[in-house]
Each structure stands twice: as structure tokens, then as C-alpha cells.
């Protein structure tokens, strides 16, 4: 557990105390919100997150020390700062992407990068996808969303996991229904994978949104969940 340490001048807002410092290196302004997250360099994280037999690995200059433009993007969908040192963020300069790694058993299967900077795709998936089935959240109603921090966000309210893509190859057991939230543009393929389930059976509904899930609040997911019960 972190130990807060001190009060400190905020770099953003220019408040003389509102700044607090903890012992990992995090840091908080409660006045203007502004956040760091934990100072740790790779020698501290490979130990954590050894690797599997696949040889998946991180970029060798991994850090979790991050760029402010990738922290100010995690707090646009106003992640709490508890969930954002749950998904264990690390950035690689070289490779120019914010990377979330996939742990399962302590050992680390695979990583999802979102790149803000240098060439290439807006995302990199390193390890096999259909190996991603870490849940979030608890309910009896389990809802798949296309990315993590959408996931992260309807985890507030129920049970979800990320395809980190957009097709449902299979229905984890254990659950009374199943709800498919895309992003908007993917509307057709949404009703046509829960066709697709429904008949064999499953109790399986699209959830359809002008805005990806994670754009929308704690509330409003409530919301949209509850508008779906009722469909």
C-alpha cells in the first residue's frame, strides 16, 4: 500500500499545496485533477510481469513513468486514478505507444499498445487474442466491449470483457445473458453476431450508442443498461 508523502506546488494549475506526493512517485493535484503516475523504471517491472513461453515481451525501454498527452487521454474518459494503476499503463519511447500488458497466472500472455507517436497503426496487439479473457467487474450479465478502458468503464456497473476487436468467438459460462456493445459504426455487425448466439439459444442483445461506451458516465451506463432490460 502507498504512503502519502508531502504536499507540493502543482506544475499545471500553480497551486502552492494542492499537489500531494506518495512514496511510489504518483502524483495528485486536488485542485486541477492533474495526475502522474507511479515513477518505475524496467528493472522494477520485468520481475513483476514475467514472460510466457511465447517469448511475448515488453519493448526493452519500457517505464511507467508517462507522457502527460498519454495521461491526459486516460483522463478524458475520467478513469479514477485507482483504475488507471490497476491496468499497469506502461510507455515505450522507441515504439511511441502507451502499453497496457495482459497478465493471466502472474505471467504475462500478451499487451495492447495505443500509439501516440511515430508511424504505424493506432493499435498494436502483441500475443493471441482469444487468450484475453480477463473479466472485470462482477454481475450475472456480461457485456463485451471493443476495447479496455470501454471495459473498464461499463465494469462499474456489471461484468465486462474486451474483444480488443470485434467478433465474439465464445460465450464464457457462468452468465444468465450477454450484451454486445461495438462502437457505432460496427451497429450491423452488433445485431448480426446476437442473431448469430441467439440461435442456439443464448440470451444475447446488441447495445447500440451514438458514443463508444467508454465516452459515457457511470450513470449514463446505468442508463443504457437498464433501456436495454426493457427492450
Not at 55 to 73: E, F, G, H, K, Y
Not at 178 to 188: A, G, I, P, T, V
Request: glycine fraction near 6%.
Amino acid at each position: 500500500m502507498t504512503k502519502f508523502v508531502k504536499h507540493e506546488p502543482c506544475p499545471k494549475c500553480g497551486s502552492k499545496d494542492n499537489l500531494g506526493v506518495w512514496d511510489d512517485g504518483h502524483t495528485y493535484c486536488f485542485g486541477c485533477h492533474y495526475y502522474t503516475p507511479p515513477v518505475t523504471t524496467i528493472k522494477d517491472i520485468r520481475p513483476m510481469l514475467s514472460t510466457s513461453s511465447s517469448n511475448i515481451s515488453l519493448p526493452q525501454d519500457t517505464t511507467r513513468t508517462l507522457p502527460q498527452a498519454c495521461v491526459t487521454w486516460l483522463k478524458k474518459y475520467n478513469l479514477t486514478n485507482q483504475e488507471i494503476i490497476n491496468l499497469d499503463p506502461v510507455w515505450s519511447e522507441s515504439t511511441g505507444l502507451l502499453i497496457f500488458p495482459v497478465v493471466h497466472e502472474g505471467v504475462m500472455i500478451g499487451w495492447v499498445g495505443r500509439r501516440f507517436k511515430h508511424q504505424g497503426s493506432k493499435y498494436l496487439i502483441k500475443g493471441i487474442k482469444h487468450n484475453f479473457t480477463k473479466v472485470y467487474g462482477r454481475g450475472s450479465t456480461l457485456v463485451f466491449t471493443e476495447d479496455l478502458i470501454s471495459a473498464v468503464k461499463v465494469a462499474r456497473v456489471c461484468a465486462t470483457l474486451p474483444l480488443f476487436g470485434t467478433f465474439v468467438n465464445s460465450l464464457p459460462s457462468g452468465y444468465t445473458s450477454y450484451k454486445l456493445w461495438l462502437d457505432k459504426d460496427k451497429q450491423k455487425s452488433s445485431v448480426l453476431q446476437c442473431k448469430s448466439w441467439q440461435q442456439y439459444g443464448y440470451d444475447m442483445q446488441p447495445i447500440i450508442t451514438e458514443l463508444d461506451p467508454k465516452c459515457y458516465s457511470t450513470e449514463q451506463i446505468k442508463e443504457m443498461l437498464c433501456l436495454q432490460e426493457n427492450t
